[in-house]
């Protein structure tokens, strides 16, 4: 089945504690990207791949670090957690970084900073 | 920067009630419009898109016309379900990868 998978689904953790949300898809998708949603903020693109070894911001990069090693995977870093980093993160990916192409969204990851 | 408004909600309507949810956007260049749907604790799966000036584009009942002369992309349904209850998600996507999405729109429809 051609899906988005994130892992972990949900996640406590204290301020300061490095962490990594992993993301993988299995569509052969050169695009990925990852994004926050917060209420009354709709989506914000945190950073994207337009291809192995190439990213780039988006628009709230602030506190986060991405890798792009491998097409099928896209991990998000919070080096130092903070609670203002609370939020439900989606990573995406599509066929390419063009437009017209529909972006495929994970389950999403719940992430909660004490 | 690029930027998409959507109509305040949340909407309730009824079932078999006409539905609208407004879309404005800004954005340098073509983009590529969207609308997305979230159903409670999913991630957002494409409703449906258009790519070009005057494209309609349409999935399950829902319509929606790229109106690049009012930078509008307004959804319609003619008549709604109990299961059409979600958060709808208008969106653009310029050629150089980067996403812009509006606040989201709760609609729950009533039997």
């Known amino acids: 089945e051609a899906q988005v998978t994130q892992n972990p689904r949900y996640l406590i953790t204290v301020t300061g504690k490095k962490l990594t949300v992993t993301c993988s898809q299995n569509?052969?998708?050169?695009?990925m990207s990852w994004y926050r949603q917060d209420p009354g903020l709709g989506l914000r693109q945190i950073y994207y791949s337009m291809n192995v070894e190439v990213t780039d911001k988006g628009d709230v990069p602030e506190g986060y670090k991405v890798s792009r090693k491998e097409k099928r995977n896209f991990p998000l870093i919070l080096e130092s957690p903070s609670p203002n980093q609370t939020s439900l993160y989606f990573c995406a990916s599509s066929l390419s970084s063009g437009g017209p192409d529909t972006q495929y969204f994970g389950p999403g990851t719940r992430l909660t900073v004490l | 920067g690029d930027s998409v408004t959507q109509m305040e909600g949340p909407v309730t309507l009824s079932e078999e009630a006409f539905l609208t949810i407004n879309c404005t956007y800004t954005a340098t260049g073509y983009p590529s419009l969207f609308w997305y749907v979230q159903y409670p604790g999913e991630g957002l799966q494409l409703l449906l898109k258009?790519?070009?000036?005057?494209d309609k584009g349409s999935n399950k009942g829902f319509e929606a016309t790229y109106r690049k002369e009012t930078t509008s992309f307004h959804l319609e349904k003619g008549s709604v379900q109990v299961s059409d209850s979600a958060v709808y998600f208008c969106?653009?996507?310029?050629?150089?990868?980067?996403?812009?999405f509006g606040d989201g729109t709760t609609l729950t429809v009533k039997p």
């Open positions: 969106a653009l996507r310029t050629n150089a990868g980067k996403s812009t």
């Open positions: 258009a790519t070009k000036a005057d």
């Open positions: 569509m052969n998708h050169e695009y």
